[in-house]
């Protein structure tokens, strides 16, 4: 079927012209916050009444049944092993408004296959009656955003928790039989010093949680911490001690027992968030909700950034997916690439190469060599023709990424 004009015009997805994948993991983008933090530039919306959330809740029901409507052939295989509700703060939905969410859900797409299935929860309003009720919806993951157990972090950061309610957020979620807990932190906050760093690192570990993320800050244009920044209002941690911290970071959570297995993401043996690294094995993914972004089968689309547009769209039973990309093989196999060796499993490149069906260009090898040279790449002990970052590379990923980037 040809693609309407107007979809042409507005960059609008064509469910028709995607081609028939497995859909295996499921994002839900649930954008209500109490509060916007001022590094964050996560689309989602403060100022919210139960009401607007139940309204909310009927849409993305109705986005996932007009994806049966009008992608029969996607839907048939949206059968995801991993699901991920985030935010925004997805915990804020009301009691009956997430149960409603997880019960219509269920009854649209087939999840007979999931084995990960993750909320982010907000440390400050945990309660032990939702966490119960999510358990038994089959949710088996939390993940809280901690960034830091330091209160000067907090107030830096705007954040409007305190580090004890993580505790308590635990201590919950452990009574309501959660196992598999994340805790997020965030270094190279302004004032945070190498010492307060090392504190909240420990003091996470002390929580005995089997995985933790650690993100350096980051400057995204337009929020009010980058605001502050350009005004002159606060100085960033200075780039030696953003390396201390990575460092310190490494070292602290591999002799804990907790490597990296991403860059930014730590892990007890077989406790990897697989969702995460669905996005980084370059697997399918279809996302729900304002601002969500999907892959499926090499083209790249994001819903619209706007609660209000994105639910007349559904109303007009219009999928609300812009923004349209559509990536050739010899591109996705460059995504795939740079990701994978950001990964502590690696990548074998000449398998990639097969399975995306491409030729490896020419000046690959070249660019290998002289990073294997430099210790900043290195093979996979157990596995050989495996590639990945070297602790060095690690350091300078970016700059390597940028080399592979065509
Ligand atoms: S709670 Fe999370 S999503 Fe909401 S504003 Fe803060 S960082 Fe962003």
Redesign the pocket.
């Known amino acids: 079927m040809l693609p309407l004009l107007d979809d042409l015009k507005s960059n609008r997805l064509d469910p028709a012209s995607l081609p028939a994948c497995e859909v295996e993991a499921l994002y839900v983008h649930i954008p209500f ?5 001022h ?2 530039d ?1 689309y ?1 919306i403060t100022r919210q009444t139960p009401e607007r959330m139940h309204a909310f809740v009927d849409r993305l029901l109705a986005e996932a049944q007009l994806w049966k409507t009008l992608a029969p052939h996607i839907a048939s295989h949206i059968a995801p092993r991993t699901i991920f509700f985030g ?3 997805p915990s804020l939905l009301p009691h009956d408004a997430m149960h409603r969410l997880l019960t219509g859900l269920r009854n649209v797409f087939d999840f007979s296959r999931v084995h990960e299935w993750t909320i ?1 929860v ?1 440390p400050a309003t945990t309660d032990l009656n939702y966490l119960h009720m999510l358990r038994a919806h089959g949710v088996d993951r939390l993940s809280f ?1 901690a960034q830091s157990f330091d209160q000067r972090d907090l107030m830096a950061l705007e ?1 409007h928790h305190h580090p004890d309610d993580v505790h308590r957020s635990l201590d919950l979620a452990r009574q309501a039989s959660f196992t598999r807990l994340n805790i997020d932190l965030i270094y190279a906050i302004p004032g945070q010093s190498l010492e307060s760093w090392q504190a909240s690192l420990n003091h996470a570990l002390a929580l005995n949680t089997e995985h933790i993320s650690a993100y350096a800050l980051t400057y995204e244009p337009n929020t009010p911490l980058t605001v502050l920044l350009r005004e002159g209002r606060i100085t960033p941690a200075d780039e030696s001690t953003e390396l201390d911290m990575l460092r310190t970071t490494r070292a602290t959570l591999d002799r804990a027992g907790m490597p990296a297995y991403e860059i930014s993401n730590h892990a007890k043996p077989n406790a990897e968030a697989q969702h995460n690294l669905a996005y980084w094995r370059g697997l399918n993914y279809l996302a729900l909700g304002p601002s969500a972004a999907s892959h499926l089968a090499g083209t790249r689309f994001k819903n619209i950034p706007h609660i209000g547009e994105w639910e007349s769209a559904i109303d007009d039973r219009i999928l609300p997916a812009r923004d349209v990309e559509s990536l050739t093989r010899a591109e996705q196999f460059h995504e795939r690439f740079i990701f994978g060796l950001r990964l502590a499993e690696g990548i074998d490149l000449h398998r990639t190469a097969s399975d995306y069906q491409v030729r490896i260009p020419d000046d690959f090898h070249s660019k290998i060599s002289q990073l294997l040279t430099l210790k900043l790449i290195e093979h996979h002990p157990l596995h050989p023709t495996s590639l990945r970052l070297s602790g060095r590379g690690i350091e300078v990923a970016d700059s390597i990424a940028a080399e592979f980037s065509r």
């Not at 916050?33 to 933090?37: A, E, Q, S, W």
């Open positions: 916050c109490f509060h916007k933090c590094y964050c996560f989602s935010g925004g703060t982010e907000n955003g954040r």
